[in-house]
C-alpha cells in the first residue's frame, strides 16, 4: 500500500529531496570505507554514532557510512540511516517519512532492526502512515523473534497495554523486558522498573524498582546486527 522508491546515495539528491552531503571527517579504520563492504560500512558507522569500540563519535562520517551501504541495498545501512533521518543527526534534516521509507527497505529484506523501527512507526502512527496496531505487532513479533532487543521491548510494550488481541499481558511484557535488558536494552530496564514498582507480571512489588540501573545510552538501541 506505500510506495517504496530506491535513492542513489552515492549522489547529492534523492526523490525525498535531500540535503547536501555534509563534509566528509575520516575517521581511521582498519580499514578505509572504499575497501569494506556494504555491512561492514553499517557496522562501522554504527560504532561512529554510538562512540563505542574505542572511537570518537562522529554523526557525519556515520551517516556517510550509512549513505554508502544504502547505496548498495544493505538492509542494515538503510535501517542506520534511517534513525539517523529520524532523530535528525549527522547534519541531515529530521525527516520521519525519509526515515519510514528507509525502514520499509530494510525490513522488506528481514532485517529485525528495520522491523522494529517500522513496527514502531505503525505502532506511533509517524512517517506518514495512520496507526496500524495489527501491522506494528506483525513486524515487532518477527523482529523479537530473531532476538533484536529493540524488537523484543517495543513488542513487550505492546503487551503491557492491551494492545495484542485487545488483552493486557504482562507476564509476556515482562518476558520480553527481561529478553531485551538482558541484551543491556536501557528502554527494556526501565519497563522491568515499572513493572517491579507496581507488582505487575508476577513481579515482587518493590517501589524502590522504579528503573533498573542505566547510566548510559547502550548499542542495543542501535545495534550492531541484523
Request: net charge positive; with cysteine; aromatic share 4%.
Amino acid at each position: 500500500a506505500y510506495e517504496i522508491k530506491e535513492c542513489d546515495w552515492s549522489s547529492d539528491v534523492c526523490s525525498s529531496d535531500l540535503s547536501p552531503s555534509a563534509p566528509v571527517l575520516r575517521p581511521q579504520p582498519l580499514e578505509t570505507p572504499g575497501t569494506m563492504t556494504a555491512h561492514q560500512q553499517a557496522q562501522l558507522g554504527i560504532l561512529l554514532a554510538t562512540g563505542a569500540g574505542g572511537k570518537v563519535r562522529n554523526d557525519v562520517e556515520a551517516v556517510r557510512l550509512f549513505r554508502l551501504s544504502a547505496g548498495q541495498r544493505n538492509a542494515l545501512g538503510q535501517a542506520y540511516l534511517g534513525t539517523m533521518y529520524a532523530k535528525g543527526r549527522g547534519g541531515l534534516p529530521r525527516d520521519e517519512r525519509e526515515a519510514l521509507r528507509l525502514y520499509q527497505l530494510s525490513a522488506s529484506q528481514g532485517n529485525a532492526f528495520g522491523q522494529a523501527q517500522l513496527g514502531r512507526m505503525f505502532a506511533l502512527g509517524a512517517g506518514g502512515v495512520p496507526r496500524d496496531d495489527v501491522q506494528a505487532v506483525e513486524l515487532l513479533i518477527s523482529s523479537a523473534a530473531q532476538g533484536n532487543p529493540v524488537g523484543q521491548v517495543e513488542l513487550g510494550r505492546m503487551y503491557a497495554e492491551g494492545r495484542v488481541g485487545g488483552i493486557r499481558d504482562y507476564r509476556e511484557a515482562v518476558r520480553l523486558f527481561r529478553l531485551s535488558a538482558a541484551q543491556d536494552d536501557s528502554l527494556a530496564q526501565a519497563q522491568l522498573g515499572k513493572m517491579h514498582a507496581e507488582g505487575r507480571g508476577g513481579l515482587r512489588r518493590d517501589r524502590k524498582s522504579t528503573r533498573l540501573n542505566s547510566s548510559h545510552i547502550p548499542l542495543s538501541r542501535m545495534p550492531s546486527s541484523a
